[in-house]
């Protein structure tokens, strides 16, 4: 079982990192630092986007529009930390 709690905290921290570097991605995009137009960079993106999208499209779904900012990456964040929290503070029960 221990090893069932490990893989759990590595899924979380692997949604972490997407999340951290989606929110990174953005900003250096928006800031123009980042160029959609390189191929990598695109690719990158587009494959954050599909992966991270309907998690926050299920959030941004009860959140109240903001009126240009998105706080459902910060939702998520908060979710999944929420998340490593319990299985921690839980985890006498996978041993």
Not at 55 to 80: E, H, K
């Amino acid at each position: 079982m221990q090893s069932l709690f490990q893989i759990l905290m590595l899924i979380l921290d692997i949604v972490w990192f997407f999340i951290i570097a989606h929110v990174i991605m953005s900003w250096l995009i928006n800031f123009q630092v980042l160029n959609l137009r390189q191929q990598f960079v695109a690719q990158v993106w587009y494959g954050l986007n599909r992966l991270l999208e309907p998690i926050y499209s299920r959030v941004r779904s009860f959140l109240p529009a903001m009126s240009g900012i998105d706080l459902a990456p910060l939702v998520v964040l908060v979710a999944v930390y929420a998340l490593r929290i319990i299985l921690i503070n839980n985890a006498a029960a996978f041993y």
